[in-house]
C-alpha cells in the first residue's frame, strides 16, 4: 500500500500537469517555506503564488514525475517541466529532484533542487551559456523571478 504522504505528492504533481495551482496550493500547509534555486526562500502564501504565476504563465508546457517515495516526515521524487520561456521564446527542459517534509498530511517544506546554469542556458540561449555560471548572473535572475512574482501577486 502507498504511504499517504506519497498519494499527496503524486496530487501535487497530478494538478501540476493540469496546470491547477490552486490544488497544488492545497498539498501545502499555510505555513509552507519553498526554495529552489531560482525562488530561495518563499513561505505560506508567496509559495502558492508563484505556482500560480507559473502555471498561468506556461506556454506549451508539459510535466512528467516519477520516483515517489514518502514516509510518515520527509519523501522525494523528479520531475521534469518543458515549456517555453516566454521572455524569450526558448524551449526550456529542467530536470528537477523535489525533497518535501510533511506534518499532518501537509507538505510544510518543498525544496526543489535544479542545475540553475543548465536552466540559464536554455531559457537565455547564449548570455545563458556564456555567463549563466556567473554569481552576478544568478544573482540577477534571482531578482527578475522575485519582482516578476511580487508584480504577480500584487496584480491578484
Known amino acids: 500500500m502507498t504511504h499517504p ?3 499527496l505528492i503524486k496530487r501535487f504533481y497530478q494538478a501540476f500537469q493540469q ?5 497544488m496550493a492545497a498539498c501545502y ?3 509552507v517555506r519553498f526554495s529552489d534555486p531560482l525562488f530561495e526562500d518563499l513561505r505560506g502564501s508567496e509559495a502558492a503564488d508563484m505556482w500560480r504565476m507559473l502555471t498561468a504563465r506556461a506556454q506549451d508546457f508539459s510535466l512528467t514525475f516519477g520516483n515517489v517515495q514518502a514516509d510518515e516526515r520527509q519523501g522525494s521524487a523528479q520531475w ?11 524551449t526550456v ?3 528537477v529532484d523535489a525533497h518535501f517534509v510533511f506534518r499532518d498530511g501537509k507538505i510544510v517544506e518543498h525544496h526543489d533542487h535544479f542545475d540553475l546554469w543548465r536552466w540559464a542556458r536554455q531559457a537565455l540561449g547564449m548570455k545563458g551559456l556564456l555567463l549563466g555560471w556567473a554569481p552576478p548572473v ?9 519582482k516578476g ?8
Open 93 to 95: 527542459i529542467n530536470r
Open 138 to 146: 544568478q544573482s540577477a535572475i534571482r531578482r527578475q523571478a522575485a
Open 29 to 31: 500547509s499555510e505555513d
Open 80 to 90: 521534469v517541466a518543458t515549456y517555453l520561456f516566454s521572455q524569450t521564446g526558448k
Open 19 to 23: 496546470r491547477d495551482a490552486d490544488a
Open 5 to 7: 504522504n506519497a498519494e
Open 149 to 156: 512574482l511580487a508584480q504577480f501577486s500584487a496584480a491578484r
